[in-house]
């Protein structure tokens, strides 16, 4: 199943360590089929409020997200990231084809009895 690794991006030092992370962190996703969706950009909160940027990277499965994650070529660069950035970070499993959200009710309903 798709996974996906979320960041909302709250400030970026925009310096040479993160020029040199966005130089080299596409080389590390693609021996595990990672690819950006979101990269940045404005938003349009329609409900709520938004600030930072998104970031959504998608991956065939949650191993390859976590492998890519920990991956040695990875962990090389993530400081160059972490170290210049404040971001909230999760990494969660998409749904499966066909999904409908009346299926979350099934679950509830099941969950309170």
């Given at each position: 199943?798709?996974?996906?690794?979320?960041?909302?991006?709250?400030?970026?030092?925009?310096?040479?360590?993160?020029?040199?992370?966005?130089?080299?962190?596409?080389?590390?996703?693609?021996?595990f089929g990672g690819q950006f969706l979101i990269?940045?950009?404005?938003?349009?909160?329609?409900?709520?409020?938004?600030?930072?940027?998104?970031?959504?990277?998608?991956?065939?499965?949650?191993?390859?997200?976590?492998?890519?994650?920990e991956s040695p070529e990875y962990l090389q660069i993530?400081?160059?990231?972490?170290?210049?950035?404040?971001?909230?970070?999760?990494?969660?499993?998409?749904?499966?084809?066909?999904?409908?959200?009346?299926?979350?009710?099934?679950?509830?309903?099941?969950?309170?009895?």
């Open positions: 199943m798709t996974a996906y690794v979320m960041a909302n991006v709250h400030s970026t030092n925009f310096g040479p360590e993160i020029i040199e992370y966005l130089r080299r962190v596409d080389a590390t996703m693609q021996p990269h940045g950009g404005p938003v349009d909160a329609v409900e709520g409020s938004w600030t930072g940027d998104l970031i959504i990277i998608e991956f065939p499965d949650l191993d390859s997200a976590r492998g890519w994650y993530r400081h160059l990231r972490t170290e210049n950035t404040t971001a909230d970070t999760i990494m969660f499993d998409g749904l499966p084809a066909g999904y409908l959200a009346k299926s979350a009710l099934e679950h509830a309903l099941s969950d309170a009895e």
